[in-house]
């Protein structure tokens, strides 16, 4: 379940038309996938994603806390409501099974969804994506060894083979895009992905005729061709925190390098830095590695949180990387060209 304002069905709006939705908050409508919030297909669960969250007796900060979880549990989502004006930029709260509430920003929408291996890995590897909660990334393909990495839900990661275990399980082994180290995760959590999944949206439409608008502001993403609206999606840009300002640069940009999947990862983890493989979807559009990219590390967008980036969901994020110029080939890991989509950051 996605809970964005994301339209690439919607009808078409004039710029001026969208910049007088945003500014009377009625940007919700462009968007079909509202769903009615009981509406939940079975089986989805979410991911508690800080170091605890408390449940409340109902869907506000104000309510009784009934319960806690701590980070990577794993808990039912049963509806999804409105609560009350605090926080006011995500007013979504989860129904976690019968216990109470929990606030959407602190909980990763997951589904368990396990796959058959396939020894079809081409030579020069494939991409995959995990299809579980998470899952545990080893040195060697045994769970008796080392794990070097956790890998989470809608990361993408770069298979290289499959390997079988001293037991008989069956793994995929993971080229590290950063330390260019080698890994092996369970075979069945991930599932590998097919070239219609990545075909070009709109490529008739021709580069000069194609923007992104990051509306710092508003925290929102909007694509435009030929001057429609063809894309909404909030977002969480760059923010000022106690070692620094990363506020996401404002001006004119173009995307010019492009990666399906990215391990990111700066700074001293004690100190507000970052150790995450598997970013998907990146969309870089500044020398100093500023990116539109997918983000399993928290759900709450509609204000600054980042280090400069622009925090997608993974759905949204893959959406701009398949719009967006130059396109990177089913089989190739990135695309780095002079020329690419106009990004303006106001």
Known sequence: MDINFISSTAPSLSRR???????????GLLTPHWKRFAELESGQQGRILETNIDVYDIPSFTGKIVKFYWKDSIVPITSVTIGDNDPPYNRVWYRIGEEGYAHSGTIQPVRTRLNLPSNEIPEGGILGEVTVPYTDAYWEPDKGN??????????????????????????YRILEDKWEDVFYVP????????PDELTPLSPHIPLDEKRIEVRT???????????????????????????????????????YHKRASRHMAAGNLALNGFDLPGVPWVCYFTEDGISFHGTFWHNDFGKPRSHGCINLTPLAAKWVYRWTLPYVPFDEQRAYEPYGTAVDVI
Request: charged share 20%.
């Open 187 to 194: 075979a069945s959590h991930l599932r590998l992905l097919t």
């Open 217 to 255: 502001a508003d925290q929102i993403v909007a694509a435009y061709e030929r001057e429609k609206v063809v894309f909404v999606t909030r977002t969480a840009t760059g923010a000022k925190f106690s070692n620094g300002d990363y506020s996401t640069p404002s001006g004119h940009h173009i995307v």
């Open 146 to 171: 080392e794990v070097a990495y956790r890998y989470y839900y809608e990361t993408t990661h770069w298979i290289s083979g499959l390997v079988s275990g001293e037991n008989g399980d069956l793994w």
């Open 17 to 27: 038309d969208f910049l007088k939705l945003t500014g009377i908050g009625l940007f």
